[in-house]
């Protein structure tokens, strides 16, 4: 069997990038609702309040799928570590 550890150490670094990059929009979306207040006025405040509603929504589910990559970018990181490992006991027990 042969497994890439350094392909899957590189996907979790990319995971780790993406995770960071969700929890920069997370943070953002919310925010997005302001401008809009300027420009409709009092007569679009049932629908901002319903768009700031929904962007929080979405800002919550966006921070949860940065939290799973973040997960998964440490499940790469051990699978790749385990890999190196078992490779290092076959080779100390089977020889090299």
């Not at 150490?9 to 207040?37: E, K, M, Q, S, W």
């Not at 990181?77 to 020889?95: H, K, M």
Request: include cysteine.
């Amino acid at each position: 069997m042969f497994a890439d550890t350094a392909a899957i150490g590189a996907a979790g670094v990319d995971l780790t990038r993406t995770a960071a990059d969700f929890d920069a929009i997370a943070a953002a979306l919310p925010a997005a609702a302001g401008p809009c207040a300027d420009a409709l006025g009092a007569v679009g405040a049932d629908f901002l309040a319903a768009l700031a509603s929904a962007l929080d929504d979405a800002a919550r589910e966006v921070s949860c799928l940065g939290a799973d990559l973040a997960r998964a970018a440490g499940t790469a990181a051990q699978t790749a570590a385990s890999y190196v490992d078992t490779e290092r006991r076959s080779v100390v027990t089977l020889g090299g």
